[in-house]
């Protein structure tokens, strides 16, 4: 079975600042995708950055990035000039072909003005 | 249209209680998803809709039925629930199926349920 394992509860970053969020996964596939996806409080769930498993180069989405590691099967975001609005709770996913996707325990990002 | 809507926004039921949440999107997207989130946990995937085809159960209660009467409106019926299916129900869709590019699935704002 795929797990997904985000080993912070929870992390905090000065509003400017740069924070990286932690994700490992265990899979014996070799095609799959890897996603970001953001859950404020009360509101609903977006998807902040996706990876396909078969892509050397790390996905880039403004000040979201990420490391990917596909030997070590790790797959870290990277929030760079944090805002107050990136306060949320982040999950890791990953989905296979058959379109299940298997979610992280979430990590909960706190941003101090 | 990039949006998942959700109706009712909360529900609060009895255990004897039969009640329905509903589910639409108008995206044109052929896979549908009921989830399961509780309280500071992360979603748990519960039905998989492919094409109007129940294609994934993850061994879910009978009290929950899903029903994808069309590809833009899913169900999820409900039945002699139990407190501890307390929760938000979240629904989400993507286009197609498989493991394509274009697959992201779109959130609804979810549906918190609450057992009595």
């Known amino acids: 079975a795929q797990t997904v394992t985000q080993s912070q509860p929870e992390m905090s970053v000065q509003e400017a600042e740069t924070v990286t969020l932690s994700c490992t996964y265990d899979?014996?596939?070799?095609?799959?995708?890897l996603f970001w996806y953001k859950q404020p409080p009360s509101r609903q769930m977006i998807l902040v950055i996706r990876?396909?498993?078969?892509?050397?180069q790390n996905a880039t989405e403004n000040r979201f990035s990420v490391n990917f590691q596909k030997a070590a099967k790790s797959f870290s975001l990277k929030i760079s000039d944090s805002q107050l609005g990136d306060a949320a709770m982040y999950f890791c996913?990953?989905?296979?072909?058959?379109?299940?996707?298997?979610f992280g325990a979430g990590t909960r990002l706190t941003v101090k003005p | 249209d990039t949006e998942v809507t959700q109706t009712p926004k909360h529900l609060v039921m009895g255990m004897t209680n039969k009640k329905s949440l509903k589910c639409e999107q108008h995206?044109?997207?052929?896979?549908m998803y009921w989830y399961k989130q509780k309280a500071k946990k992360p979603p748990e995937l519960m039905f998989v809709?492919?094409?109007?085809?129940?294609?994934i159960n993850e061994s879910v209660p009978s009290r929950f039925s899903p029903e994808c009467p069309n590809s833009s409106l899913l169900n999820l019926h409900l039945h002699a629930l139990q407190p501890e299916d307390s929760a938000l129900y979240l629904c989400?869709?993507?286009?197609?199926?498989?493991?394509?590019?274009?697959?992201?699935?779109?959130f609804g704002p979810g549906t918190r349920l609450t057992v009595l």
């Open positions: 989400a869709s993507s286009q197609g199926w498989g493991l394509a590019g274009d697959n992201e699935q779109f």
């Open positions: 990876q396909e498993a078969y892509k050397q």
């Open positions: 809709y492919s094409y109007e085809k129940l294609s």
């Open positions: 996913a990953y989905r296979r072909n058959n379109n299940d996707m298997r």
């Open positions: 899979t014996s596939e070799s095609d799959y995708y």
């Open positions: 995206m044109g997207h052929r896979a």
